[in-house]
């Protein structure tokens, strides 16, 4: 039972377009959302996070929107850049737990 | 200065044999994982320890088991390796102050291959 989902295996976009990438999740009690990049051979890289008190948290060209009540997150890559191609993971987890359950990814490929 | 480190890189190893990844942060962290991504690129937690202390046994076989030494360090030996466990297995931590709203930091991986 997957909690954590990323229904698009891959997305491509040109350069300088806006790249959105999408997650939901089934557990009402998550409360702490992660986004993380992966390049191949090498370990996730943190992204961005928002906690559920909030709807919506940027940093430079991510902006990562949460809707609660649909369960489900985004994030918004403005504008792309062909670095950006990766794996981009979601993750969710709930105070107190320390476990954080990860979505099967979404792999972007930005167009030059 | 690589902030969570693991070795080996790679490691090819035969059906039967035992096997330890070793992993180390220099973070002042006090919470350090194991996750196993395994050949559908699914990533999922299988241990955690909080102060040397296991915080998190998710239904892992019990062949796999978790050493920290210090809370800089955090070893998974395994035994009797199946071609099962061919994955890769990615170390992380995090501060570990209340088990919640935090950052986990990773490391580059130990791809495991087992024939």
């Known amino acids: 039972d997957q909690q954590v989902k990323q229904n698009s295996p891959s997305l491509s976009v040109q350069e300088g377009r806006i790249s959105i990438l999408n997650c939901d999740y089934t557990?009402?009690?998550?409360?702490?959302f992660l986004w993380y990049k992966k390049y191949p051979a090498e370990g996730p890289t943190f992204l961005i996070s928002?906690?559920?008190?909030?709807d919506k948290n940027e940093d430079g060209r991510f902006t990562v929107f949460l809707n609660k009540s649909a369960k489900h997150l985004s994030l918004h890559i403005v504008p792309s850049q062909p670095g950006d191609s990766a794996v981009y993971f979601c993750?969710?987890?709930?105070?107190?737990?320390?476990?954080?359950?990860f979505g099967t990814g979404t792999r972007l490929k930005v167009l030059a | 200065d690589t902030a969570v480190s693991q070795t080996p890189k790679y490691l090819v190893t035969q059906m039967g044999n035992d096997k330890s990844i070793k992993c180390e942060q220099n973070?002042?962290?006090?919470?350090m994982y194991w996750y196993k991504q395994d050949s559908k690129k699914f990533l999922k937690i299988m241990f955690s320890?909080?102060?040397?202390?296991?915080?998190i046994n998710e239904t892992v076989p019990n062949r796999f088991s978790p050493k920290s030494p210090d809370k800089a360090h955090l070893n998974l030996h395994i035994n009797s390796l199946e071609l099962g466990d061919s994955a890769v297995y990615f170390c992380?931590?995090?501060?570990?102050?209340?088990?919640?709203?935090?950052?986990?930091?990773f490391g580059p991986g130990t791809r495991l291959l087992v024939l």
């Open positions: 320890y909080n102060n040397k202390e296991l915080i």
């Open positions: 928002i906690s559920s008190i909030k």
């Open positions: 557990n009402s009690m998550f409360d702490y």
């Open positions: 992380a931590s995090s501060q570990g102050t209340g088990g919640g709203q935090e950052t986990q930091y």
């Open positions: 973070l002042g962290h006090d919470t």
């Open positions: 993750a969710a987890s709930e105070t107190g737990t320390y476990k954080y359950i």
